[in-house]
């Protein structure tokens, strides 16, 4: 019997995926101006189509939900034209895109709230974090608590996000329930010391990551919809005392949601994947469609990983940034580009659309 390779195509629910490679969601703050993407960001996506699936930047869901400059969103009709011109420009590649829908909770600042008010959080707890705003790296804000009365019109607010997104063309959407933000603030009792029915029990803190995932699910359908969770990532100074026991009751309920696949933070984002034990065979156990893993996987890890069953897919972060053609290259074993830092946030083409493919530096 021969081994199924990662080069070959996956079925991702009622899509088939070309292949079992995804580009993870990558923040690049380089929306114009109204949060609007504009024709780079349509350049940048297409010229990574080949990948099997892309996962979009992570994209606001309301104002409120903003903690970078310059990132997308997805609330407004300037915002939804914006996104059309990038799902066309992938879909005339021949590739699939999925939107991922945000809200930073704590890790914003005061400048980019309405009326410069506090962000929001579970509790007023403050991160040890720094956002990007006026161009430079910055203390987070003091947050306040949401009033229990708020919690649904935040709910809304993704199923509103999630419905815009599919007018924008996207094949699905990923809820971001992973680093340190809303949905992973609620779910960690390091950020949630609220004594409602959003906190204190595993039951309670998971709460808003399964109502916005039942919302989400019911407003565009649970085969268009994923997830996003980092388990034990410390990203934006988040910490939990019982990740193992958390993560396998949110997974339960993902399950029975029907949710088209679970993305998986495994480890430290960017970091060490043996941060913290975790056992995310438990969490592949537990749920019946898709696993993306992601977190430091090269060609060999991904390899082997799909031969032993842990994941069906593997997103690949920050080497898709400087190899639009991460795909051939990876196929043909062909070296990889360096990331240039300097020019990961902000900025224009420089370090966005100008990393060239094996092909353009050949000059063929
Ligand atoms: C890097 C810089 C800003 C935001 C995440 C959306 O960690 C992010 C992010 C990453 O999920």
């Keep these: 019997m021969t081994e199924t390779s990662l080069f070959e195509p996956f079925a991702l629910g009622d899509l088939t995926l070309a292949n079992r490679i995804v580009m993870a969601p990558l923040t690049r703050n380089r929306a114009d101006a109204g949060f609007v993407p504009g024709a780079l960001a349509a350049e940048y996506y297409s010229q990574r189509a080949s990948a099997g699936l892309l996962i979009s930047e992570a994209s606001q869901i309301s104002q409120q939900g903003q903690g970078y400059q310059d990132t997308p969103g997805i609330y407004t009709r300037a915002q939804i034209e914006g996104w059309r011109k990038v799902t066309d420009a992938v879909h005339g590649k021949g590739g699939r895109i999925f939107l991922q829908l945000w809200h930073v909770g704590r890790i914003s600042h005061v400048d980019l709230q309405e009326n410069g008010g506090a962000p929001v959080a579970p509790s007023a707890i403050r991160a040890e974090g720094k956002t990007f705003v006026n161009n430079a ?163 060999a890890l991904a390899t082997s990983s799909l031969a032993e069953g842990k994941a069906d897919l593997f997103a690949f972060g920050r080497p898709f940034i400087s190899n639009p053609d991460l795909v051939e290259r990876l196929k043909s074993g062909a070296p990889l580009a360096e990331i240039d830092r300097a020019t990961l946030y902000g900025g224009g083409a420089a370090g966005y659309t100008d990393y060239p493919t094996l092909a353009d530096a050949s000059g063929s």
């Design 137 to 299: 790296f910055t203390d987070v804000s003091m947050p306040r608590a949401l009033d229990l009365d708020e919690i649904p019109g935040i709910v809304g607010d993704f199923r509103q996000a999630a419905a815009n997104a599919i007018a924008a063309g996207f094949d699905g959407v990923e809820i971001h329930g992973a680093n340190g933000y809303l949905l992973d603030q609620f779910a960690k009792d390091g950020a949630n010391t609220r004594t409602d029915a959003y906190g204190g029990s595993i039951e309670n803190r998971a709460r808003l990551m399964l109502e916005v995932a039942a919302a989400v699910a019911d407003e565009i359908g649970a085969g268009r919809t994923g997830i996003r969770i980092s388990p034990v990532s410390p990203a934006n100074g988040i910490t939990t005392s019982d990740p193992q026991a958390q993560f396998d009751h949110i997974v339960d309920r993902l399950d029975a949601l029907g949710l088209v696949y679970l993305h998986v933070v495994e480890g430290a984002t960017g970091g060490p994947r043996d941060i913290a034990p975790f056992d995310y065979g438990s969490l592949r156990r537990r749920f019946r469609n898709a696993y993306i893993a992601n977190n430091g996987y090269d060609l």
